[in-house]
């Protein structure tokens, strides 16, 4: 074997190894991300790992609870100021003040997230709920309402809630169990 051919068998192997050791940091640190989420929603392992494949991570976690909150302001297909506000105070009294969480939600706020992706991150909100019990589904819906009623009627003379956002309020208490 000639002295290249070593080299490159050499070469070779030790690429080999460096994807390798690659591959393991890349998997612990996604467990600990995991982990990390897990522990920030006081959740289950399988709900972080969902939340973490759908680009949740320990940063933005606080946020999940508040992702039905900005269906609904987008439910008719336009976000009004009152509402994008009515979020970002749901946020502050939830108490994020993490700048990840929050260009999180700003981000949610200026562009419509796709159906998939609410209904990916709701079934993630559903088991939670699930998993706390008590009243996180009743927290959840009514401040959803609270989002919904934000813009208000035509001078007080219409229902300030959508047709749209009435379903989805309707979904939303189906999901969590609330009659």
Known sequence: MSNEESNFITQKEKDKLAKERRERQLKALQEQEQKDIAATLNTSDEVAAEALALGIDAATAPVLPLIPLIEVAWADGS????????????????????????????????????QLFFDRINRVITAMVQEHGGNAGST????????????GGFFGLTNSVSDEEKELLDNFAKMFGIK
């Open 140 to 151: 959840i819906l009514e401040q959803a309402k609270a989002v919904a009623e934000a813009s």
């Open 79 to 114: 976000l009004t100021q009152k509402e994008s506000e009515a979020v970002l105070e749901a946020a502050r009294n939830k108490g994020i003040k993490n700048p990840a969480a929050l260009e999180f939600i700003e981000l949610l706020l200026s562009k419509k997230p796709s």
